[in-house]
């Protein structure tokens, strides 16, 4: 079966850390592109940040770049996402998805707030 699972989410205190990871089964994520969306409510889902097939290169947007960093490990077939300095307006359901059959997964929850 074909799936992405995120796991890691969960309340943090503005300026905290957090780790977010997307294990992916069925497939390699070394064949894809993994991207991380997250949607607010009331707003629509937007992109955070996109990591090519070699895993060497990422794309964040500017509201996240420069604290959020993204990584693969081939091992264990997950993507990771590390969210640093975090905001209260980083706070949004977080979704893995891959073009691998236009993956999703099922999302996770991240609030910042003290």
């Known amino acids: 079966e074909v799936q992405l699972v995120e796991s890691g989410g969960g309340l943090v205190q503005p300026g905290g850390s957090l780790r977010l990871s997307c294990t992916a089964s069925?497939?390699?994520?070394?064949?894809?592109?993994v991207q991380w969306f997250r949607q607010a409510p009331g707003q629509e889902r937007e992109m955070v940040a996109a990591?090519?097939?070699?895993?060497?290169?990422?794309y964040f947007i500017d509201s996240v770049k420069g604290r959020f960093t993204a990584s693969r490990n081939d091992d264990t077939n997950t993507m990771s996402l590390q969210m640093n300095r975090v905001r209260p307006e980083d706070t949004a359901i977080y979704y893995c998805?891959?073009?691998?059959?236009?993956?999703w997964g099922r999302g996770i929850q991240v609030t910042v707030s003290s």
């Open positions: 069925g497939f390699a994520l070394s064949d894809s592109v």
């Open positions: 990591t090519t097939e070699s895993g060497f290169s990422s």
């Open positions: 998805y891959s073009n691998w059959r236009g993956t």
